[in-house]
């Protein structure tokens, strides 16, 4: 039998501030290792891991955990959707999209992510994530 999907990741260093551009290995409790040359697998604990939601924008790119996402709907909230970012659930499974401005004031509110994904993927819009920065607009 099949293992199941295999997950994507990428990485961001929290000490150094950007991203990981070197292989990064996680175990089953989900702790995570980079490989040094000399003394191989080593605990990391300055990366932050976010998940490949398996999701594509309309510019065709891969939508992951953490990343601000701006979505065009019929809510429409001043003319446009509230920017939210795609947060992991600890209790279900599945990814969701968070809005800030809406869970101050609402205490709870986010959206699941496949569901709008499923109503508006042609309106989906990665512009930025949550540690990067640098590429907000």
Known sequence: GGSG??????????????????PIYIDGEGNIYWENYERGLQEADDLIVMQYTGLKDKNGVEIFEGDWIRVETQE????????????????????????????????????????LYKHYSDEFEVIGNIYDRNHLS
């Not at 999907?5 to 070197?22: L, P, S």
């Open 76 to 115: 429409k909230d001043n003319g446009e959707f509230p920017i939210g970012y795609v947060v992991r659930a600890n209790d279900e499974p599945g990814m969701f999209i968070a809005l800030p401005e809406q869970l101050k004031e609402t205490g709870k509110r986010q959206y699941h992510l496949e569901n």
């Open 5 to 22: 999907m295999i997950q994507k990741f990428r990485a961001w260093d929290k000490r150094e501030n950007n991203w990981v551009d070197y």
